[in-house]
């Protein structure tokens, strides 16, 4: 397999740099591709290695790039590592390629059935466009190029602006490491600049997108991935707002906790993580404000004011805060700091506000939008509300919906919350904050639009690999034509799912009234 | 979970009639997903019994409507009934639900782990446009709605007018098999039109669009379905040209068997197949043409003239292959009929032409379009042209590639001609034809645009219910409040993958350079 991806007809002029970028991409498709399993998952390993070798002077780049804390990177980046050698063992698994083999057979019901041996193959090469607010996680070495590479797909990171440097030095590191594990030159690159970026996304060698940032920037992209003369997937995680919905019971039994929990989730990493909690549905007349005030208070002690990641995400804080506060019938409940330095880097504690469920209705167009930074927004439910009912009035999307309850509280009235947030939401936690996004193989991170523009999979965890397949079948390809997953020998010992001659005279007959 | 998949305030008003449509399935798709396999895989059952004995009646209407044969029509049925048994089956397994379970991990290397446990979930309201070339198996009660419907979502079918009384008739039996079967009122409607099908595209409570048909309107539609406010994935299956490639071994050593399956496969149905073989690459100086000439004689002699399926397929039929014949370099091999009798219907025998490879490639804009119906063009291909190469030049995406080998020829030059395949094709053909296309767990039926707008799953075999589901996880919820195929219980009985507590410690050892 050494034919590049290329349709050669059908490709516009880059720019000369990029052009080698992309054609150097394009070229180690194929030599990745065929990779045995144990060795691209080696390159991974690497890579993790790489990455954790040079910790301290990632981490300290990190800091002064992006203002988060010293701490929250170190773990950022070990996350960063941890994700690289778990998809390591995911290729290695080989269960994500769905290996189906039917034996040709004579009998068959519709006539004789030939020999069809179905597996998952690389898109190709892949554009991401990285975060801001995960320099590490999210970004040049992050879930999307983790999940692109072991897929065995070329990466090409568009950086965030805002940790140039970080983006580079991470790059290089990535790029060594694959190379000195083996992997073709190509294999892994990283741009700058958005126009770059949509000229690569539009680019017919490229064969996939990912994206993690604004619905604004991932709505353009999504519409540019979709109208290209060759449409390709688009996965953007976009804006979540992530409703907290809370019982009577929760606030009897569990007050304190309940807002202990709901600040540290407001407060880390200044509120910018997408899984934040947004709002907050309360039965009116909770009584926790004091609580909260004073939970603020001690959280600004121990964590100070804290820098926005960049200016413009400072300057979109302010104007979505303002907005909020400005609103009609909207009290401060914990004012909050924001303000902007000399070099526009913007400076926060908390802010919690409080609306009535009217208010919030009345004002939906306003009010409904993410606000990203450490910014929440306490909504009072009157007694009696059907809790469902408001999931579908204000979510059509979102990453998570949380449900704080009583300690093992269950009823119809969750039962039903519990079906309508699996409507709208990726995740739904019982308990728990939706800050924290465990790498693990249940994870799923994604859920309607506006959390992603593509809903069909998740940007954590391993099914995350998922988005840069493509099924094919052989159709009595003889083996030594066959790609090793799917041949009798199977020399790379994954799971092979085989339905043998004969079976489909009885489908059908697992079903019964 | 009795709450309905509504966002209220987003829905634009429909015409009455469809307003009761799209209302009822939105409202039927909680209870839908809801039910137990067996039952759910039991009314599909139901609805291939209800087939079958209606099938005198129904493939009478079918033959009225669409000139296809008896015999033809008798095997699509079955078919098609075969389709809707196999999913019952699949349902009733359940591995499709991808089902994990991470336990809570004090110990995990990233920090205390939640449960966690992720499933699929019916997107909701599918709307499934359907095709005129097989009026049972990609129609009202083809491989999309039975896809649509084991998944467990709702579908309205937007009928083709070119069987508007099948149509119905199929929808009537269909409905009131599922009703009989317990399934809700709503979950299966039959809808026409063009502009009520767009219109319902475009309904907020409508989730995922399928689509079977021209690459013209599967463009439009799969513009509309990303446009929306809310976008939603839209399957579409478009246009194919289906090359195959023979090499000189195969015209040395099997000739005559290489000519009587090329002649079957584009005689066929009147050629009006998706996977119709449209280009045959054959080495120059093949001299098959003789053969093929006869071969098209005697396929004659047997089908006689053929109807095309309605008006418009005969006039795009017409418009094609004149614009074909009318090519430069373009040689009549077989003349072919094509008159259009008084009811504007078209009627054919098979077409048969041959190009240069230099004239294909100076005419491609030209040529290398579909031609829907039993044409086909023979490429004359000068000795040592690299094939793989002409694949990625001609080709960006096709339901199939087939090579004509000798038999159980091997070399390097057919493994990159594999490889090249496989990045366009979605299914690899080693000898045999592409017509014909199994319905069995290990069918691929779908390829990179155009072959369809969406290349992450088939719109054939098993694999097809993958369409029609999202992913949602569960943290820390406890069983009273989950569905049932993530609780412990596991009272449907499917695969659980189960992440036990402590694995994370050795993520990463099972690669090794």
């Not at 017919?204 to 003369?229: H, K, Q």
């Not at 039965?283 to 959280?299: F, K, M, N, T």
């Not at 509300?385 to 990453?399: M, R």
Request: glycine share 10%; aromatic share 6%.
């Amino acid at each position: 397999m050494t034919t590049a991806y290329t349709h050669h007809h059908d490709i516009r002029p880059l720019d000369p740099a990029l052009e080698r970028i992309v054609a150097a991409a394009d070229a180690a498709a194929p030599e990745l591709a065929d990779q045995e399993p144990r060795r691209r998952g080696a390159a991974l390993a690497a890579v993790a290695d790489a990455l954790e070798a040079h910790a301290e002077e990632l981490v300290q780049i990190a800091q002064e790039e992006t203002g988060l804390t010293t701490g929250r990177l170190q773990g950022e980046l070990k996350r960063t590592a941890v994700q690289l050698r778990l998809f390591a063992d995911v290729i290695v698994d080989g269960s994500y390629l769905d290996v189906r083999i039917d034996r040709a057979d004579g009998e068959f019901v519709l006539g004789a059935r030939p020999d069809l041996r179905r597996t998952k193959l690389p898109v190709g090469p892949v554009v991401n466009f990285a975060a801001s607010n995960f320099p590490f996680a999210f970004s040049v070495a992050g879930g999307d190029s983790a999940a692109a590479l072991a897929a065995g797909c070329p990466v090409i990171v568009k950086a965030h602006p805002g940790h140039p440097r970080l983006s580079l030095r991470t790059g290089e590191l990535v790029t060594a490491a694959l190379e000195a594990s083996g992997m073709p030159a190509g294999v892994f690159s990283v741009i700058e600049g958005q126009e770059a970026g949509t000229a690569v996304l539009q680019d017919p060698r490229i064969r996939a997108g990912a994206f993690t940032g604004s619905v604004r920037v991932g709505r353009l992209l999504a519409d540019i991935a979709a109208s290209r003369p060759q449409p390709i997937p688009f996965f953007g995680e976009l804006g979540s707002t992530n409703p907290v919905f809370v019982t009577q019971q929760a606030v009897q039994t569990r007050a304190d906790d309940l807002v202990s929990g709901f600040v540290t989730s407001v407060a880390g990493s200044a509120g910018q993580l997408c899984t934040k909690p947004g709002f907050v549905f309360l039965p009116e007349g909770h009584g926790l404000e004091e609580r909260i005030v004073q939970a603020v208070e001690d959280s600004n002690a121990s964590l100070g004011e804290q820098r926005l990641l960049n200016p413009a995400i400072a300057s979109g804080y302010n104007a979505r805060r303002e907005t909020t506060l400005g609103a009609r019938g909207v009290r401060t409940v914990v004012a909050g700091e924001s303000r902007t330095d000399g070099d526009d880097q913007g400076w926060t504690t908390p802010t919690i506000v409080a609306v009535s469920l009217e208010e919030l209705r009345a004002q939906r167009e306003e009010l409904l939008e993410e606000t990203f930074g450490p910014f929440s927004v306490l909504v009072e439910v009157p007694r009696g509300s059907d809790l469902a009912a408001l999931v579908y009035e204000f979510f059509t999307g979102s990453l998570t919906v949380t449900l704080q309850t009583g300690d093992a509280e269950v009823s119809d009235e969750l039962r039903s919350l519990v079906a309508a947030a699996s409507d709208v939401a990726g995740r739904l936690l019982y308990g728990g904050w939706p800050t924290g996004v465990a790498v693990t193989p249940a994870q799923q991170h994604g859920g309607p639009w506006p959390a992603t523009t593509n809903d069909s999979s998740t940007s954590v965890g391993t099914a995350a690999i998922s988005r840069f397949l493509r099924p094919v079948a052989y159709q009595s390809v003889p083996d030594a034509l066959l790609p090793p997953m799917v041949r009798d020998a199977n020399p790379w010992d994954v799971p092979q799912a085989i339905d043998e001659a004969g079976g489909s005279k009885t489908w059908g007959s697992r079903a019964s009234a």
